[in-house]
């Protein structure tokens, strides 16, 4: 979580999101992304971090951010995604601070009133999910929340900056499976850390040794090598 790594992540967000969610192509809208980190510290950094890119910017991104209370480090330990909560009780009062801004800049934005009393918490995920499914936010800053369970086409690519593995992999990959006609025939996997065996592991359990060919992209060199040989 170093700022300069955490900077240049951000930043490679923002100058590849609208190919990466096919926005440049023509005759459709393209899609809408989430942003998988290891760590509330991790999420507060990035929401900060575009927050403070885009303060300049003409294009902005709408960026939203939910957690709850989670062991992160025995989650990136084990690879897996715990189950969702709404207890706010277990948060520490710096993660609170946090996602009351984040969701005081949702209510701006979206003319809402959401807090953390009583069910505030439940009530903003579902209406983020709504404004999610609705394209209204372009990309989703989370931990575990919403990498399980949450299926909509409109979701074409998942950032990673988080270690995960076999279930928890693929049940995080899938939320950009689902097929939308003809401008979306697969999702986009774009990771910040090496997930690669990790990524191969996971496909050969659920499926078999050559499952792998179907997921990965092939290597810069491959590429290189088949532009020079015409193959």
């Known amino acids: 979580m170093h700022p300069d790594r955490i900077h240049e992540m951000t930043l490679y967000i923002l100058n590849n999101f609208q190919q990466k969610t096919h926005r440049l192509q023509a005759n459709t809208k393209g899609f809408n992304a989430i942003f998988a980190v290891s760590s509330v510290d991790a999420a507060k950094l990035y929401y900060e971090s575009f927050t403070e890119l885009q303060k300049k910017s003409e294009k902005l991104l709408k960026v939203a951010t939910i957690f709850s209370f989670v062991a992160n480090e025995e989650q990136d330990t084990m690879g897996n995604i715990q189950d969702e909560s709404f207890d706010v009780s277990a948060m ?44 209204e936010i372009d990309l989703l800053i989370v931990v575990g929340m919403f990498l399980t369970g949450f299926d909509d086409p409109t979701l074409n690519t998942l950032f990673m900056d988080k270690n995960l593995r076999y279930h928890g992999l693929m049940r995080a990959y899938s939320r950009t499976n689902h097929i939308y006609d003809a401008t979306k025939t697969f999702g986009n996997i774009v990771t910040f850390r090496d997930l690669e065996q990790a990524t191969v592991d996971a496909s050969t359990m659920f499926g078999d040794k050559n499952t792998k060919n179907m997921v990965l992209e092939k290597s810069y060199k491959e590429y290189i090598d088949e532009h020079k040989t015409g193959h």
């Open 92 to 135: 520490n009062s710096s993660a609170k601070e946090f996602l009351s801004a984040a969701i005081a800049d949702y209510n701006a934005l979206f003319k809402t009133n959401f807090s953390l009393d009583s069910n505030g918490l439940h009530n903003y995920y579902r209406d983020l999910a709504k404004q999610v499914k609705t394209k």
